[in-house]
């Protein structure tokens, strides 16, 4: 595993990290098993995972106590990032909804007590907010209750986890200096980070923790036509309609990406560690050979410039979230 420096905190971190929504259970159907998923946390730890992203909602803290009994049996030394949720459970930030309905300062620090108990740490390495807009900038009240969490050693660090494909929903933030972090979606379908978020967060120092690498596992090249998602999970609804159209993408992606990489996930991950501006990235994952595979992709092997360049002609803008 090789490590990159978390912005400019001081700390290092691995490239890939475990990102622990999947295990939480919620969204991602009933098949999710706890066994399943503490194995995989284990397998983590052997490989020198050091950084999870997990968030309270996942799971209404199933995850984040999941991680807590790991490390209880490991006491590794870890870093371990966890989310806010938007008090009035809206996914994606309207950017016309007060900060005061989402992240009053009594919702965001009732929601870090509880992280930490469940997590049974005395200290949040890093706190994000579940949503952001960064209408919020000029609104009062959630920079005091974060600061007071961080006087009162409660949270180490702070940031936030962008908006579904609005990169640019955090420039003002990441510009202003007040956040440690952000969290963003960038991968071969959706590299509009690197325009302006990216080149930003190199200047500022700026972490940048990358999630779903993989657009929810359609880049891992494991669907096919026919892939049915069970009652329960998200995916249903990601996919929906669609599926052909990945599948008949991720077809035309595979001589360029297996030409410079082992398997398609370990690809797609390359991709997003060939940005210099990323610390880390934070595939979903519950199984342990996922874990395994995943690992690979930290080789120092970045893809090829050349394959950088054709990879723009297959980006694929869209947002379900926004288009639901
Ligand atoms: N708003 C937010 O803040 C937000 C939103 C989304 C995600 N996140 C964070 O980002 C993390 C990653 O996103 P994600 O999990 O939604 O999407 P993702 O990483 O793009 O994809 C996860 C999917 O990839 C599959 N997978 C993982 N490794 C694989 C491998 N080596 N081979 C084949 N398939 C593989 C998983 O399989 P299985 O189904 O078999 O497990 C899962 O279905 C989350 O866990 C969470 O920590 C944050």
Not at 38 to 54: E, G, P
Not at 66 to 83: H, S
Request: glycine residues 8%; charged residues 30%.
């Amino acid at each position: 595993m090789r490590y990159r420096p978390f912005g400019k905190t001081g700390l290092e971190v691995s490239e890939i990290g475990f990102g622990a929504w999947g295990i939480g259970g919620s969204m991602w159907g009933k098949t999710v098993d706890d066994a399943s998923s503490v194995n995989a946390l284990h397998r983590a730890l052997d490989l020198r995972i050091n950084f999870f992203d997990t968030a309270l909602a996942y799971g209404m803290g199933h995850s984040e106590q999941l991680i807590g009994q790991v490390l209880k049996e490991r006491a590794e030394d870890v870093f371990i990032a966890t989310k806010v949720p938007p008090k009035n459970w809206k996914w994606p930030a309207s950017h016309a909804v007060p900060v005061k309905e989402v992240f009053p300062e009594n919702w965001i620090v009732e929601c870090a007590e509880k992280s930490l108990r469940n997590l049974g740490v005395e200290r949040l390495d890093l706190l994000q907010f579940h949503v952001w807009s960064d209408t919020w900038m000029d609104q009062d009240g959630w920079w005091d209750a974060v600061d007071k969490l961080k006087k009162d050693g409660k949270v180490r660090l702070w940031g936030v986890s962008i908006n579904n494909h609005e990169p640019d929903s955090a420039l003002r933030l990441a510009g202003s200096g007040k956040a440690d972090s952000v969290q963003v979606i960038y991968n071969i379908f959706d590299p509009s980070p690197a325009e302006a978020l990216f080149p930003l967060c190199r200047e500022k120092g700026v972490a940048v923790i990358v999630r779903v690498p993989f657009d929810e596992g359609g880049l891992t090249g494991a669907f096919t036509r026919e892939t049915k998602f069970e009652e329960g999970d998200f995916r249903r609804d990601y996919f929906s309609g669609r599926l052909a159209d990945v599948v008949e993408r991720v077809e035309k992606l595979k001589p360029l990406l297996l030409k410079e990489a082992g398997s398609l996930p370990e690809a797609a991950l390359k991709f997003c560690l060939s940005h210099p501006a990323v610390s880390t990235v934070i595939p979903g994952m519950r199984k342990a050979e996922h874990v395994e595979a995943n690992v690979r992709a930290s080789d120092g092997k970045t893809l090829s410039c050349e394959t950088l360049d054709r990879l723009k002609e297959h980006a694929w803008p869209r947002d379900f979230y926004r288009s639901r």
